[in-house]
């Protein structure tokens, strides 16, 4: 890991986990924050069940500025194993 993240650095690349790291970074700064307080009302998590940690993270701090969110997702999956049955009725209907 060492040597790719290497590789990166010298190369001036990113890949999606350095993106999502750093939507995370930027959401600690309070001129972003008041910027998209301004611009958003609601948080929209679709797949919730795929969710990764620092994505996670990304959608709680979002739903902090938007004070209002959806999220959806699969109970019988990993992260949304958590979710109660009633928010999803849906799964498995035809």
Same mark, same amino acid.
């Given at each position: 890991?060492? &040597?790719?993240?290497?590789?990166?650095?010298?190369?001036? +690349?990113?890949?999606?986990?350095?993106?999502?790291?750093?939507? &995370? #970074?930027? &959401?600690? #700064?309070? $001129?972003?924050?008041?910027?998209?307080?301004?611009?958003?009302?609601?948080?929209?998590?679709?797949?919730?069940?795929?969710?990764?940690?620092?994505?996670?993270? +990304?959608?709680? #701090? +979002? %739903?902090?500025?938007? @004070? *209002?969110?959806? !999220?959806? @997702?699969?109970?019988?999956?990993? %992260? @949304?194993?958590?979710?109660? *049955?009633? %928010?999803? *009725? !849906? $799964?498995?209907?035809?």
């Amino acid at each position: 890991m060492e &040597l790719y993240d290497e590789f990166k650095r010298s190369q001036g +690349l990113l890949d999606f986990t350095d993106l999502e790291f750093l939507a &995370l #970074k930027l &959401l600690d #700064k309070d $001129e972003i924050l008041s910027d998209l307080k301004n611009r958003l009302s609601l948080t929209l998590v679709d797949e919730f069940q795929d969710t990764s940690p620092i994505q996670l993270s +990304l959608f709680l #701090k +979002l %739903a902090q500025v938007t @004070g *209002r969110s959806v !999220w959806v @997702g699969m109970r019988s999956r990993q %992260a @949304g194993a958590h979710l109660p *049955r009633r %928010a999803n *009725r !849906w $799964e498995g209907s035809k």
